[in-house]
C-alpha cells in the first residue's frame, strides 16, 4: 500500500545553476504541454465515539483507509480495542488519475470475516480546498453499497419517427448506450458489468438489458435500444415529428450499472437519468454522464451515532508550465540564502507569508537541495533561531524554519541510510515474536519482567551499536549542516561544552532514528503496519536510543523518563562506554572531512512491495496466469521473490538492460493498474494494487534506467498475442512500437527532483497569500518611514522583518514575478475551461440522482 510520496534521491551535484531566460510570448504555451499534476498531504489523526459491539465485548480494532473514489489508496496501522483510536498518520502521495470523492473509510478489523465498514466521510473534489491545511472534525456517514458509485456513461439518445402500415406515425426513441469508464474493481478485480435501459414515465416502465462484458472497467457495450415513446395522428395531418410538450416533462431514461454476480447475487454500480425533455430543441444528443448513487428506500439513518474521524488534508493541482516560464523566480528564489539578512529572503518570505510553514518547506528544500543551495539557507536559518534561544537545553527543539527544513532534508537524502542502519535489525525485531514489555500494569499474565527486560535490552544494545559505528555511511549533506549547526552553537553557548553536542543530536537521534524506529512502514523500512505488541517494542527501543542519543541524558545523573519503569531499566546504559560511543559519533557525523559512501559499494535499494506479476511460462490450459511476487528495486537490479524476505530471486532483471518502462492498456488482460517493463528478454507485465502505487513504481524505475543505452522511442501499449499485437495489429512481435515512449518527456526535468513542479507549487504559495504579502508590505513602509514608538504594531508584529528596506525590495520584486507568471496561467485556464466542453469525457454531466 501506498503511503507516501517517493521520496527524491540526494540532489545532483551537477546541476546547473537557475539563470534568468527570455521568457516566452504570450501564448507560447498553448502550442506546448501543460502538466497537470495533483497531491495529497495530510494527517489521519483520530476517530472518536464509534459504534459500540451489542455486548459484553464493545471495543473494536479498528482502523482507516483512503480511497479515490472507491479505489483504496492508503492503509492506516490497526488501533486495537477502542471506540477512539488515535491513528496519527500522516501521508503524501500524488495522485495520477480523476477522481470524483476523495474518501476516507473507518473498519473494524475482522480476522475469520470480511472487515466491517463503521462509516465513511467522502469529499467531492470541488469541495477540497474549503477543508485545506486545517484540521476539521467529519461526521461519519452510513455506508450503503447503493452509494458506493464511480465512473462515467456514454451515451446517445434520438428522436426518429416510424410510419406503420396503417400510415400513422410511431414517435421512437433510440438510446445508443456507447462505453462506460471508470467502474470501481470488485473485490480487487475488474468487474463483469452489463446496463439496463429504462424508458419511466407515469404509467410505464419498459426495461431493456444489455450483454455482460467480462472482467473490464471500461466495457465498449455499443447497444442500441428502441422504445416507442406516443401514438400520434395519421402521417398526413403532421408534417414533422413533434411530442406533445406534457408527454416529454413525464419521461426519462435511466441507465442502470450492474456487476454480474453469476452464483451470487448482482451488484449496483451506480445509475444515470435523463429527461427526454433533452431533446425538445434537438433531435439528437450525446454525452458522458458521472454515475450517482441509488435512492436508499428512504431509509432514516442517524449519522451522528457513528462517529466522527478528525482529518488534515491538502489537495493541489498545479499547472506546470515548460521550464523556460519559471527562470526569474527560480533565480530570485536560489539568491535566498546570499540575502543579509535571511529574513529579507524570497525563500524566507514565503514561509512567513504560508498559512502552514510546511506547504513552504516542501518545495523550498526540494528545489534548494537541486541547486546545492539548502546548507547556506538552513545555516542562515538555524543561526536567526539561535538568537532567540535563552537556554542551551531548548536548543533546536522547536518547530521553526529551520527545524522543519532539515526534517524534510533528512527524509529526502537519508532514506538508503535508514535502510543501511535500521532495517536488518529492524526486520529481525517484527519477524520475532519476543517479548519486551518492561511496564508492569501492561505485562500479560505468565510473562517474566525479567526475560522481557533482557529482549529489550538486547535490541537496545544492538541497534545502538549499529547507529554509532554508522557514521560513514551518513550523506555529505547532512554532515555539512551539522558540521554548522554545532559551530554556530558552540559559538551561542561558549560556556556549554556540551550544547555543540546536543544541537546535533537534538536531529539526528530525536527526529531522524528515534522517529523512524517507531513508524518503520513511514519510511519504507517495513511494507506493512507492524501488529501492536511490535508497535509497543518499537516504541520502547524508540524512547531508550532517543535518551541515549540526547548529551543531557548520558551527562547527567537522572535521565528524562517520567516512567519509573523506564528510569529503572535506562540505568543500565548510564555508563562511561555508551557516553563515549555517543561522543564518537557525533563528532564524525558533523566533521568536514570526506567521507566514502557506502553507496558507491553497494546498491543502493529504492522500492519494495507485492504486486502481481504475468507468469512468463504457460499453464496446462495453455493460457498465462497471475501470480503474487514480492518485488525489489536497488539501483542495479529489479528482482521478484516468492515472499518477502527471502534471499533467492526467482527472477532478476539488470537495470542497464531495461530498455522502458510504460502503462499497459486495460484491454491487455482486462486488468487494471497494470505495467510494462521491458527489457532485453520478454517484457515482464505487472499489476500494482492501486494507481497511486503503480504510478510510484512507473515513475521510479523510469528515473533509474532513463539514461540507459538503446532505450526505445517506441512501444506497443498493449500485448502480443495470438500471432498480433492487440494495439496495432501487426503480426510481427519484433515490430517497432506504435506509440511514443512517455520517458524521459520533458527533457530537462532531473532524474531526482523535478524543479519546475516545485518551482510552480511555490508560485501557488505566493498567489494564495497575496493578501498577507501585501501586509507584509505595508508593514515594511509603516518601519521604515515612522521613526518613533510603533504604535500600531498588531499589523506587523506576526512577521520576522530585520530590514525593512531589503525586505520590501524582495516583495516587490516577487509580486513582479507573480504578476508576469499570472497571465500564462490565466491563458492557460482558459483554454482547459473552453476545450472541456460539458458533457464531454474530460467533463462529464452530473446527472440527477434518485
Not at 157 to 165: A, F, G, H, R, V
Not at 423 to 429: A, G, T
Not at 689 to 700: G, H, P, T
Amino acid at each position: 500500500m501506498a503511503a507516501a510520496a517517493p521520496a527524491a534521491a540526494a540532489a545532483s551535484s551537477e546541476a546547473p545553476a537557475a539563470s534568468a531566460t527570455a521568457e516566452p510570448e504570450a501564448g507560447d504555451e498553448d502550442s506546448r504541454d501543460v502538466r497537470v499534476l495533483q497531491s495529497l498531504r495530510g494527517k489521519i489523526c483520530e476517530a472518536k465515539n464509534l459504534l459500540p459491539y451489542l455486548g459484553p465485548h464493545k471495543m473494536r480494532d479498528c482502523f482507516c483507509t483512503i480511497n479515490l473514489d472507491q479505489e483504496e489508496v492508503y492503509r492506516t496501522q490497526v488501533v486495537e480495542k477502542s471506540l477512539s483510536p488515535f491513528f496519527s498518520e500522516e501521508f503524501y502521495f500524488e495522485i495520477p488519475r480523476t477522481f470524483q470523492y476523495l474518501s476516507f473509510y473507518v473498519y473494524d478489523k475482522n480476522v475469520l470475516q470480511r472487515d466491517l465498514r463503521i462509516g465513511k466521510v467522502a469529499i467531492k473534489k470541488e469541495d477540497l480546498c474549503h477543508h485545506s491545511g486545517k484540521e476539521t472534525w467529519f461526521s461519519l456517514q452510513p455506508v450503503d453499497s447503493n452509494s458506493e458509485v464511480q465512473g462515467k456513461v456514454h451515451l446517445e439518445l434520438k428522436l426518429n419517427e416510424l410510419i406503420t402500415e396503417n400510415g400513422t406515425v410511431c414517435q421512437q426513441l433510440v438510446v445508443h448506450i456507447k462505453a462506460c469508464h471508470g467502474l470501481p474493481l470488485i473485490n480487487g478485480q475488474s468487474c463483469d458489468p452489463y446496463a439496463t435501459v429504462s424508458l419511466v414515465g407515469p404509467s410505464r416502465n419498459d426495461q431493456k438489458k444489455t450483454k455482460v462484458k467480462k472482467k473490464t472497467s471500461n466495457p465498449q457495450f455499443n447497444e442500441i435500444f428502441y422504445f416507442e415513446v406516443t401514438r400520434s395522428s395519421s402521417y398526413t395531418r403532421k408534417s414533422q415529428f413533434q411530442v406533445e410538450e406534457e408527454d416529454i416533462e413525464k419521461l426519462e431514461i435511466r441507465i442502470d450499472l450492474w456487476n454480474n454476480g453469476n452464483l451470487v447475487q448482482d451488484v449496483f454500480l451506480g445509475e444515470i437519468k435523463v429527461p427526454v425533455n433533452v431533446l425538445r430543441t434537438d433531435s439528437s444528443h450525446q454525452a458522458w454522464y458521472l454515475l450517482q448513487p441509488r435512492d436508499n428506500g428512504n431509509k432514516s439513518s442517524k449519522t451522528d451515532d457513528l462517529g466522527s474521524l478528525r482529518l488534515n488534508i491538502c489537495y493541489t493541482e498545479d499547472y506546470v508550465l515548460p521550464s523556460e516560464y519559471y527562470g526569474p523566480l527560480k533565480t530570485l528564489l536560489l539568491k535566498s540564502p546570499d540575502v543579509q539578512p535571511i529574513s529579507a529572503s524570497a525563500a524566507y518570505i514565503l514561509s512567513e507569508i504560508c498559512r502552514d510553514k510546511n506547504d513552504a518547506v516542501l518545495p523550498l528544500v526540494r528545489l534548494l537541495l537541486h541547486h546545492d543551495k539548502l546548507v547556506p539557507f538552513a545555516t542562515a536559518v538555524a543561526e536567526l533561531d539561535l538568537k532567540d534561544t535563552q537556554d542551551a537545553n531548548t536548543i533546536f527543539r522547536g518547530n521553526s524554519l529551520a527545524t522543519r527544513c532539515l526534517d524534510e532534508m533528512m527524509k529526502i537524502v537519508g532514506g538508503h541510510y535508514l535502510k543501511v542502519t535500521l532495517k536488518p535489525i529492524l526486520d529481525e525485531i517484527c519477524d520475532s515474536s519476543k517479548s519486551c514489555e518492561i511496564d508492569p500494569i501492561k505485562l500479560k499474565e505468565g510473562d517474566n519482567v525479567e526475560n522481557n527486560k533482557e529482549n529489550l535490552r538486547y535490541y537496545v544494545d544492538k541497534l545502538f551499536s549499529t547507529i554509532v559505528k554508522s557514521s560513514m555511511s551518513c550523506p555529505t549533506v547532512m554532515c555539512d549542516i551539522f558540521y554548522s549547526l554545532r559551530q554556530m552553537a558552540t559559538q551561542r553557548f561558549p560556556n556549554d561544552p556540551h550544547v555543540q553536542y546536543s544541537a546535533v543530536s537534538s536531529f539526528v537521534f530525536l527526529r531522524f532514528f528515534a522517529v523512524a524506529v517507531v513508524s518503520p512502514h513511514t519510511f519504507h523500512l517495513r511494507p506493512h503496519h507492524p501488529d501492536a505488541q511490535t508497535i509497543r517494542t518499537l516504541t520502547l527501543i524508540s524512547k531508550t536510543i532517543q535518551t541515549l542519543g540526547s548529551w543531557g541524558s548520558l551527562s547527567k545523573s537522572k535521565s528524562s523518563f517520567k516512567e519509573t519503569f523506564m528510569c529503572e531499566f535506562f540505568k543500565m546504559f548510564q555508563e562511561e562506554g555508551y557516553i563515549m560511543a555517543v561522543k564518537k559519533f557525533l563528532d564524525e557525523i558533523s566533521s568536514t572531512e570526506t567521507k566514502e559512501s557506502s553507496g558507491t559499494s553497494e546498491p543502493v535499494h529504492l522500492k519494495e512491495g507485492e504486486m502481481y506479476k504475468r507468469a512468463q511460462g504457460r499453464t496446462r490450459i495453455g493460457k498465462k496466469n497471475f501470480k503474487k511476487r514480492w518485488f525489489c528495486l536497488t539501483s542495479r537490479e529489479l528482482t521478484y521473490h516468492k515472499q518477502p524476505g527471502s534471499k533467492d530471486a526467482i527472477y532478476t532483471i539488470p537495470v542497464k538492460n531495461i530498455l522502458a518502462v510504460e502503462k499497459l492498456e486495460e484491454s491487455s488482460f482486462n486488468r487494471k493498474n497494470m505495467f510494462q517493463v521491458i527489457h532485453t528478454e520478454k517484457p515482464l507485465y505487472v499489476q500494482a494494487n492501486n494507481c497511486v502505487e503503480a504510478n510510484e513504481w512507473i515513475d521510479v524505475l523510469c528515473r533509474v534506467s532513463r539514461c540507459n543505452q538503446n532505450r526505445l522511442s517506441f512501444y506497443h501499449p498493449s500485448v502480443y498475442l495470438n500471432g498480433n499485437w492487440l494495439c496495432c495489429q501487426e503480426t510481427g512481435e519484433n515490430t517497432l512500437g506504435c506509440k511514443p515512449c512517455t520517458a524521459g518527456v520533458p527533457a530537462d526535468i532531473q532524474i531526482d527532483i523535478d524543479e519546475d513542479r516545485e518551482t510552480e507549487r511555490i508560485y501557488s504559495l505566493f498567489t494564495l497569500s497575496l493578501l498577507k504579502l501585501q501586509k507584509m508590505e505595508e508593514a515594511c513602509g509603516t518601519i521604515a518611514v515612522y521613526q518613533g514608538p510603533q504604535k500600531e504594531p498588531d499589523d506587523y508584529s506576526n512577521f520576522v522583518i530585520e530590514d525593512s528596506v531589503t525586505t520590501f525590495k524582495t516583495i516587490q520584486q516577487i509580486k513582479s514575478i507573480i504578476e508576469k507568471l499570472d497571465e500564462p496561467h490565466e491563458k492557460y485556464r482558459k483554454k482547459r475551461s473552453s476545450s472541456a466542453k460539458y458533457g464531454s469525457k474530460e467533463n462529464p454531466i452530473v446527472g440527477k440522482a434518485s
